[in-house]
């Protein structure tokens, strides 16, 4: 019989039923932390983003980090915009920066418009990272907002930072599973399902206790945050191998599926000081596996 983790006393960040969608057309999304406050006419569209991030919508009445307001019309004519065509947001590409107010926002904006849809190939985004609250106007689906989000969070969050990777947890531990695509984190995601808290993207915080591991809604996900353990760079082989790497090559590896906050200096020096960090206290590791179960032991064993 192969061994699987045992989830003990994993803890959740909302353990509520989703919240429904406020009268006043408001919707609050806890990323990790980072409030979203999502503001909309259409009901029925903040069903779909309710659907969409499930057990991240939360109740919330304090002030948001992202605002969100999501309006019908055309995109003022003196914002920068990305555009999008396929389902996968991040073709939104590198946000335009404009002047900035003192206080913080971000503004998007993605039109109802149909000769606008059509020139933009499906979709449109005015993206402003500079500032904290975002306006966009949308037709339907989530893809848009999904985006702007992957876009706008590694400079919101800073110093933390946003990891490419699945996010294991035996509800004591938590294992970070990094690698290029096709590398297996998909794989090894599927291999434990009770243990998978995201398949794509992570946040790290630093704190005096330690390095914790909070799970983002991309793609599949549950909202949670767990003692960061074990990195593991992946890779397929034929037999199961765990070999710890030296403190230097595990930046160098790391460092290489993280989203940087490239548009600030001191942005980027805080989450660099996160990764050194990261790479000082939680053991890292290149680790061959073959698609079975039993890989958990050798992920696991000493840690």
Known sequence: ??????????????????????????????????????TSASGSWLSEVRDRYGSFVCDR???STIQLTVQPGRPHPQQHSAHCG????????HPQLNSVE???QITITHT????????????????????RKAEIATRQGTDVLDGVLRILLPSVIAPDVMVHCTLLSDGERGFLCCGISGSGKSTIASLFPEAALCDELARLHVDPEGVEARSLPFWK?????????????LEHGGEHRRVRLKASEAI???RRHIYWPVED????????????????????????FRPDPSVWTVMTEGL
């Open 86 to 93: 396929g389902r996968r947001p991040a073709c939104l590409g």
């Open 102 to 104: 003192a206080t913080p």
């Open 1 to 38: 019989m192969n061994p699987s983790p045992v989830i003990r006393n994993l803890r959740t960040d909302h353990q509520n039923p989703t919240p429904a969608v406020a009268s006043d057309g408001r919707l609050s999304i806890d990323l990790a932390g980072t409030i979203v406050e999502v």
């Open 252 to 254: 160098r590896n790391l």
């Open 265 to 288: 200096s001191d942005l980027m020096a805080g989450a660099a000081e996160t990764l050194l960090e990261t790479c000082r206290s939680v053991p890292v590791f290149r680790l061959a």
């Open 221 to 233: 996900a549950r909202s949670a945050s767990v003692a960061l353990t074990g990195v593991f760079i």
């Open 112 to 131: 109802t418009d149909e000769a606008a849809m059509k020139a933009q190939h499906g979709c449109l985004s005015i993206v402003d990272p500079g500032r």
């Open 61 to 63: 009445t304090e002030p």
